[in-house]
T-cell receptor
């Protein structure tokens, strides 16, 4: 089955700086790669996703890149703000969604 | 995207008892799933809830422990049976309009279960 690895496990950035989270996957059949943000006491919220026929996608301060050959994808958050502090999960879909271990992002004011 | 209502939002239960969690969606969806998130951990798929038939369980999860019902396209329940402290987790319902890469997967707010 699919195995998703996510790094780093924790990330502390100064407000206004960029944050990058990287994930790798094992199953070349995976074709959909969402990113979720989970705030304390809440369920995961989809923030951006990318499909295997696309290399990059942007939505305001958030972007995701996908390298199918290397089987890795990354989340980029620019101009970070305190409200970006949360746990972020990457996932890959083959026949089911498999999740990375999560990255706790702390934005220092 | 679909809006999911999950009940209860949290509960504290005695070991040996059972708890049934409800998931209600505001629109008809093809796929409904149940996940477990242990404290400080990632999400693990328990099973896919199939309308009108037995759920499809992932390795390590069995129907006797986690019976699931899905009577229609908008509602499902997950029961955590004969609970022990190791069952203390967040249980999450997730849905998608269609299977595959063309539709997003939405999560409910979760049920925070503590077993004492």
């Amino acid at each position: 089955g699919e195995n998703v690895e996510q790094h780093p496990s924790t990330l502390s950035v100064q407000e206004g700086d960029s944050a990058v989270i990287k994930c790798t996957y094992s199953d070349s059949a995976s074709n959909y790669f969402p990113w979720y943000k989970q705030e304390l006491g809440k369920g995961p919220q989809l923030i951006i996703d990318i499909r295997s026929n696309v290399g990059e996608k942007k939505d305001q301060r958030i972007a995701v890149t996908l390298n199918k050959t290397a089987k890795h994808f990354s989340l980029h958050i620019t101009e970070t703000q305190p409200e970006d502090s949360a746990v972020y999960f990457c996932a890959a879909l083959d026949y089911k969604l498999s999740f990375g271990a999560g990255t706790t992002v702390t934005v220092r004011a | 995207s679909a809006v999911i209502s999950q009940k209860p939002s949290r509960d504290i239960c005695q070991r040996g008892t059972s708890l049934t969690i409800q998931c209600q969606v505001d629109s008809q969806v093809t796929m409904m799933f149940w996940y477990r998130q242990q404290p400080g951990q990632s999400l693990t798929l328990i099973a896919t809830a199939n309308q009108g038939s037995e759920a499809t369980y992932e390795s390590g999860f069995v129907i006797d422990k986690f019976p699931i019902s899905r009577p229609n396209l908008t509602f499902s329940t997950l029961t955590v049976s004969n609970m022990s402290p190791e069952d203390s987790s967040i249980y999450l319902c997730s849905v998608t309009l269609r299977y595959g890469a063309n539709y997003g997967y939405t999560f409910g707010s979760g049920t925070r279960l503590t077993v004492v």
